[in-house]
């Protein structure tokens, strides 16, 4: 959906609400009357209650182009700031959330017992650029890295 073309939240959504309920109601007829609480969110209800920008719920576009190393690197620009959730590598959804945080911390972990872990993404002394969503982010990223 184009969040920004919507100017109307509550009209946007009881239009979903009544497209959603016409199909459930074909595929099941008589479905609406046994309905005793309805409740729907929009993509602005989510930017509302998680912050997420445009109300993203699974961060950049869940497409091959923008998953696994084509998101924004667990490390950042800054030595020992990491990145974690739906927004990093590998990618949306609740598993690929926790695979992140955990690469983090078995980094983090490695690091602090004076090794160096498998899975260390985070070069110390050449900073990579992170891949990056965008080829404008990879470009302004990859500027202030060089
Ligand atoms: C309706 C919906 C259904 C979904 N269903 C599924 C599903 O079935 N299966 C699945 O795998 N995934 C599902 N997802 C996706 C999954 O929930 C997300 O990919 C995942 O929760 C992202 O985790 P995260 O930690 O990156 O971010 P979030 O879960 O968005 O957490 C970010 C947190 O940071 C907080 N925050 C933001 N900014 C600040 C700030 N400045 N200061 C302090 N706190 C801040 C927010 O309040 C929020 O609690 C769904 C998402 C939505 C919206």
Redesign the pocket.
Same mark, same amino acid.
Do not use: E, Q
């Given at each position: 959906m184009d969040f920004d073309a919507v100017t109307d939240w509550a009209a946007h959504k009881a239009a979903v609400e009544r497209h959603v309920m016409s199909n459930l109601e074909r595929v099941m007829p008589g479905f609406s009357k046994k309905i005793v609480v309805c409740l729907s969110?929009s993509a602005r209800t989510?930017q509302q209650? #998680?912050?997420?920008h445009r109300?993203a719920?699974? /961060?950049w576009e869940m497409s091959p182009d923008q998953l696994g190393e084509h998101r924004p690197a667990l490390n950042g620009l800054v030595r020992n700031l990491y990145f974690? $959730?739906?927004? #990093?590598q590998p990618g /949306? $959804?609740? #598993?690929?959330?926790i695979v992140?945080a955990m690469r983090v911390a078995e980094t983090i972990n490695a690091r602090a017992a004076g090794g160096f872990a498998p899975t260390d993404f985070a070069p110390t002394d050449a900073a990579q650029p992170p891949s990056a969503a965008s080829p404008e982010l990879a470009r302004v990223v990859h500027a202030e890295t060089s």
């Open positions: 969110a989510s209650f #998680t912050l997420n109300g719920m699974l /961060g974690v $959730g739906h927004w #990093t /949306g $959804g609740i #598993t690929p959330v992140s």
